[in-house]
């Protein structure tokens, strides 16, 4: 059986919902699983709806916003009162009763409950699209499927029980799924983190022992550099897990972190292929080592947060202090990328996805003194020379570097 991944810009409106059915009879779609993303930004739209519920601010209007959005393409590619409008409908009066009734006041809870959404008004208008033009599947709940712990926005998946609910499905159909969404024990809906519909790809390619998983993007594969910061770059043909894993850990967006695990084990091989051009070979990872010289690869992380601990009467840093500071960090789920330490201080590059960052300083005040530098990036170069140093050198102002035998990173402001 195949897995297929498609993100949200792939079905971000109704000419690509139509250019991904033209995909599915090219490449071929008999035994295969397909998880989609929410429609375009569909998911920062509803973070917004919660936002707004928590500055107790009206969020019935944005709400039909996104519901009328999402009716437009139905319009678009169906005849008149077709039965999808009865179901995105009823979505999206759920998603306002569950705000006005509800009465649990945790944020996270909150956000995976209404952000959640996303995912099934998307599966489901195009499992019913591609069974209104002939190509017949079975449209899933995700939720019955990927059982998970309740951290809610980085849900923990439950692997035994999930694994007992994923290999009950029959290998012989084409099946549209959601990405990013499991449930807890209680039946409520929690998310995997963002970007998780990779891993939830991988989650099925592993219980199903797939034979491989694609992942469809807008560009062509894995390139070196992201295009959104960098002129030139290149395709990277191949790679081996684990150069995947360290590109996806210092934030190369094209694979979430989580995603390599599963397939790493099974040796499942992953695409990353282009939406737009099926017919390219795109990047293959696999447990092949790559023969072809590495090249540099440059990741650029925005909005991250530099923060520096000083001991208040400037002694030297002990093991003690380091301990205190990163068992905090640990509780508080904030993520480090990375760690420069001296004598009498130690800087750390964080991302604070889930806003803790104020309690970890007013926890940790009382013994340090803290300065905390916002909105600055963090580059990566793996695999660099002293050309690609020569020219963050000239090029950039530079806060902090660290510098090993193979990475090499800057944060700049």
């Not at 009206?58 to 139905?74: A, F, Q, R, V, Y």
């Not at 330490?341 to 800087?347: E, L, T």
Request: glycine share 4%; with cysteine.
């Amino acid at each position: 059986m195949k897995i297929y991944k498609f993100g949200g810009s792939s079905v971000k409106n109704s000419k690509r919902v139509k250019k991904l059915y033209n995909l599915l009879k090219e490449v071929g779609h008999k035994k295969t699983l397909i998880v989609i993303s929410a429609i375009g930004n569909t998911t920062n739209k509803l973070e917004k709806v919660v936002n707004k519920y928590f500055l107790k601010k009206n969020t019935d209007i944005k709400i039909s916003e996104i519901e009328g959005n999402h009716l437009k393409m139905i319009n678009d590619l169906f005849p008149y009162n077709h039965n999808i409008n009865i179901y995105i409908k009823n979505i999206f009066n759920g998603i306002k009763y569950f705000l006005k009734k509800n009465k649990y006041r945790k944020y996270n809870f909150i956000y995976d409950q209404v952000v959640g959404s996303g995912e099934l008004i998307s599966t489901k208008l195009i499992s019913e699209y591609l069974n209104f033009i002939g190509m017949k599947n079975i449209w899933l709940d995700c939720r019955n499927y990927i059982k998970t712990d309740n951290s809610y926005c980085e849900a923990h998946v439950n692997w035994t029980k999930t694994n007992k609910k994923i290999k009950q499905l029959k290998k012989n159909y084409l099946y549209i799924i959601q990405g990013f969404i499991g449930a807890d024990s209680n039946y409520f809906t929690t998310t995997l983190g963002r970007e998780g519909s990779d891993y939830t790809a991988s989650i099925f390619s592993y219980c199903l022992k797939a034979e491989s998983q694609t992942t469809w993007k807008d560009v062509s594969g894995i390139l070196n550099a992201d295009p959104r910061f960098f002129l030139k770059n290149n395709l990277l043909n191949s790679l081996s897990y684990d150069e995947a894993l360290e590109l996806s850990y210092y934030g190369a967006s094209v694979i979430h972190t989580k995603t390599l695990h599963p397939l790493k084990k099974k040796q499942i091989p992953l695409y990353v292929r282009s939406f737009l051009y099926p017919k390219k070979k795109g990047t293959l990872v696999s447990k092949k080592i790559n023969k072809e010289i590495i090249k540099p690869c440059f990741i650029v992380k925005k909005n991250h947060k530099l923060i520096s601990f000083y001991i208040k009467n400037f002694s030297f840093f002990l093991e003690t202090n380091i301990r205190d500071i990163f068992t905090i960090i640990s509780k508080y789920k904030i993520k480090v990328f990375l760690i420069q330490s001296s004598s009498i201080s130690i800087s750390i590059c964080v991302e604070d996805k889930f806003n803790n960052l104020n309690i970890l300083i007013n926890k940790l005040k009382s013994d340090f003194i803290i300065k905390l530098l916002n909105n600055v990036y963090l580059y990566t170069i793996l695999h660099y020379n002293v050309n690609n140093f020569n020219f963050f050198l000239k090029k950039i102002k530079i806060i902090l570097r660290q510098i090993n035998s193979d990475t090499a990173q800057w944060i700049i402001k």
